[in-house]
Nanobody, 124 residues
């Protein structure tokens, strides 16, 4: 499956952005969709994930209450609404996909499809 992320940009602290991820190819084989982020010198950090039906989500503690993941299977689209952004949210955000919900959410090895990344920059 191919993943194309978009929606990144530059925003002031307290602002909002919405990231989108368009999936193509064998999307039926990827039950779990999600987002990771990475800053220079740091490893990949789990942000959020959602199951196929959309009735089960998981968000990292660092974004809980501020970010919301959602999906539209008819459009093969996953979105990440980011509110109350902080400078610490500055990172490249990657859309990811996996077959299984049972893999640990925070393990990047559990996701076998990755998008190209979109930059989010939050100024103080």
């Amino acid at each position: 499956v191919q993943l194309q992320a978009s929606g990144g940009g530059f925003v002031q602290a307290g602002g909002s952005l919405k990231l989108s991820c368009a999936a193509s190819g064998r999307t039926s084989s990827r039950n779990v969709m999600g987002w990771f982020r990475q800053t220079p010198g740091k490893g990949r950090e789990f942000v959020a994930r959602i199951n196929r039906s959309g009735d089960r989500t998981e968000h990292a503690d660092s974004v809980k209450g501020r970010f919301t993941i959602s999906r539209d299977n008819a459009k093969n689209l996953v979105e990440l609404q980011m509110n109350s952004l902080k400078p610490d949210d500055t990172a490249v955000y990657y859309c990811v996909a996996s077959k299984f919900w049972t893999v640990p959410a925070t393990s990047d090895a559990g996701y076998d499809s990755w998008g190209q990344g979109t930059q989010v920059t939050v100024s103080s």
